[in-house]
T-cell receptor, first 113, second 113 residues
Framework: GESVGLHLPTLSVQEGDNSIINCAYS??????FIWYKQESGKGPQFIID?????DKRQGQRVTVLLNKTVKHLSLQIAATQPGDSAVYFC????????????FGQGTRLTINP | DSGVTQTPKHLITATGQRVTLRCSPR?????VYWYQQSLDQGLQFLIQ???????AKGNILERFSAQQFPDLHSELNLSSLELGDSALYFC????????????FGPGTRLTVT
């Protein structure tokens, strides 16, 4: 079925450390995955995406890893900064040709000074 | 700033009433998506329009309807409002009919009293 979930609802990290946010999905036919960042009072902001034919993709200070064997997705943020404090959502397109994104519940990332 | 605009930013209304939320997509984007975000349900896809036509439907109630106009702006109509309809409503736009690369607006916060 269509189901995207997160291992942890909250994550606290020290400023300057790396953050890893995890996401599990259940549909092996899922074709495309996206990470969004949502700051308080704002709409979700695209961070990075990855297609199912890839296992890693890097952006500026962020890396997404996809492990299709265990249906697991992670977002790594390097050298976490105060501005990274937000709720992070993973989302998937549940099958090729599907016309919608299915969002997980979100992980709140808090940065400790 | 994603380039997607939504009005109004806040809306307070009473049960039983009807409201209209408005969304203008990014310049050149043909698809508009509507989402509802509530505390207990996360981001839920409601409906998608592509170039004026309904493309996909999600968990949209029969009391809700939407349309996309020739200038590509979209309106979401919510009628017979209930307390449980209180939520953030986001629209997103994308260049094509496929749900990749969605850019979200700032949202409309609806409070039903």
């Amino acid at each position: 079925g269509e189901s995207v979930g997160l291992h942890l609802p909250t994550l606290s990290v020290q400023e300057g450390d790396n953050s890893i946010i995890n996401c599990a999905y259940s549909n092996s036919a899922s074709d495309y995955f996206i990470w969004y960042k949502q700051e308080s009072g704002k709409g979700p902001q695209f961070i990075i995406d990855i297609r199912s034919n890839m296992d890693k993709r890097q952006g500026q200070r962020v890396t997404v890893l996809l492990n299709k064997t265990v249906k697991h997705l992670s977002l790594q943020i390097a050298a976490t900064q105060p501005g990274d404090s937000a709720v992070y959502f993973c989302a998937e397109i549940p099958s090729q040709g599907a016309q919608k994104l299915v969002f997980g519940q979100g992980t709140r990332l808090t940065i400790n000074p | 700033d994603s380039g997607v605009t939504q009005t109004p930013k806040h809306l307070i209304t009473a049960t039983g009433q009807r409201v209209t939320l408005r969304c203008s997509p990014r310049s050149g984007d043909l698809s508009v998506y509507w989402y509802q975000q509530s505390l207990d349900q996360g981001l839920q896809f409601l409906i998608q329009y592509y170039n004026g036509e309904e493309r996909a439907k999600g968990n949209i109630l029969e009391r809700f309807s939407a349309q996309q106009f020739p200038d590509l702006h979209s309106e979401l109509n919510l009628s017979s409002l209930e307390l449980g309809d209180s939520a953030l409503y986001f629209c997103a736009s994308s260049p094509t009919g496929a749900p990749y690369e969605q850019y979200f607006g700032p949202g409309t916060r609806l409070t039903v009293t």
